[in-house]
């Protein structure tokens, strides 16, 4: 008598199985990716968003406290106040290193008598007596914009030199103001700064495009047409120290 066997067929996937399966992975891990470089495109540009705004804010903030202390001069013997086309020295002996500065409206050059003793001191000094002489204790006082970058005059170092104060700074405007808020040339009758500032992010973007005009305070226009994020402040600082 013969007897039969039933052959076995092993569990698996067909061909056509695997290339569905293959397919769909593909697809998957497409997708997957597809959201990984969006979201990380979005958070590096969110990233350097934020780090131009802190940068603009760091400016812009070391400017305003500056300019509200010009012309500080508590004894009236300093003749402090906005200067034009002077030296600045550090005052070294036997040849001091000077520095020509201006007040314009692509840089600013004042002094204040911060300590109060009846001059201008040609070095800082440890004002607050915390032992630590910064830059926020200079008497001698200057900002210019250097290619990209918001640089203020400084001796702090034992030379003379500029430091910068903030990065990626495209364009800067001062303009002075008079009492009743008049456009002056008269550096004595100032008595208010408008402060025009352009800063851009630290990287481009390529499927970004920026092409807007920006209107300063005097009414220059700053046109741009590149893939840099940009923010624009229009600051009026009140020199309370001025006119007194």
């Known amino acids: 008598m013969k007897t039969f066997q039933k052959n076995h067929v092993a569990p698996g996937f067909t061909l056509i199985e695997l290339l569905i399966v293959m397919a769909i992975s593909t697809i998957i891990v497409a997708a997957v990716y597809s959201a990984y470089v969006t979201q990380n495109k979005i958070y590096n ?33 300093a003749d402090s106040g906005f200067v034009d086309s002077v030296s600045f020295s550090d005052g070294a002996s036997p040849t001091p290193q000077t520095e020509t ?29 915390n032992t630590i002489i910064d830059m926020t204790e200079m008497e001698q006082i200057a900002y210019r914009l250097n290619g990209t970058n918001l640089e203020r005059y400084s001796t702090t170092t034992g030379t003379t030199e500029w430091q910068i104060i903030a990065e990626d700074i495209d364009n800067l405007e001062f303009q002075y103001l ?14 208010t700064i408008t402060v025009s500032i352009l800063a851009r992010s630290g990287r481009s973007e390529p499927d970004f495009n920026n092409n807007q005009t ?12 590149d893939n840099f994020r940009r923010r624009f402040l229009i600051r009026t600082i009140h020199c309370r120290n001025m006119g007194l």
């Open 178 to 191: 008079d009492q009743a808020g008049n456009p002056t040339a008269d550096l004595d009758a100032v008595y």
């Open 45 to 77: 540009n969110q990233e350097a968003v934020a780090e131009m705004q802190q940068n603009l804010r760091a400016g812009l903030g070391a400017l305003t406290r500056d300019i509200r202390m010009s012309g500080y001069d508590l004894l009236a013997t």
């Open 214 to 225: 920006y209107s300063t305070a005097s009414g220059a226009n700053w046109t741009v047409n």
């Open 101 to 129: 500065v201006f007040s314009s409206s692509t840089q600013i050059a004042f002094t204040a008598d911060l300590d109060g003793d009846g001059t201008i001191d040609l070095l800082p000094e440890d004002i607050d007596g």
